[in-house]
């Protein structure tokens, strides 16, 4: 079993950061990607960020390469999401999710290859 606990969410003006926080625990092998999702309101989910757990490559959906940063500290057992120049369009509930398959294996950016979720954070952002 794995757990993950997501914060950092809150509310920004266009332009501004934030970096969300999933501190994770429990079992290794059902961790080996850490994956940062959103659901917008109204919209399906949307897989935004990956990495390799305990170091690793990172993989970044086109859409926020240059704005997101995914990284990850081992020794807090957490993952960081670093959101910056932010839109009013990244309003979204924020999730942090675990899957035991290698992050280049399979389609990290789907929901469906999950195995664990969080419970979510919020990002609004106003313009």
């Known amino acids: 079993q794995v757990q993950l606990a997501e914060s950092g969410g809150g509310s920004v003006q266009a332009s501004g950061s934030l970096r969300l926080s999933c501190v994770v625990s429990g079992s290794t092998s059902s961790r080996n990607c850490i994956v940062w999702f959103r659901q917008p309101p109204g919209k399906a989910r949307e897989g935004l960020a990956a990495?390799?757990?305990?170091?690793?490559?990172?993989y970044y959906a086109d859409f926020v390469k240059g704005r997101f940063t995914i990284s990850q500290d081992n020794a807090k057992r957490t993952v960081y999401l670093q959101m910056d120049n932010l839109k009013p369009e990244d309003t979204a509930l924020y999730y942090c999710?675990?899957?035991?398959?290698?992050?280049?294996?399979?389609?990290?950016?789907?929901?469906?290859?999950?195995?664990?979720w969080g419970q979510g954070t919020q990002v609004t952002v106003s313009s």
């Open positions: 999710a675990a899957r035991g398959t290698a992050c280049n294996i399979g389609i990290w950016y789907s929901e469906y290859s999950i195995d664990t």
């Open positions: 990495i390799k757990s305990g170091g690793g490559g990172s």
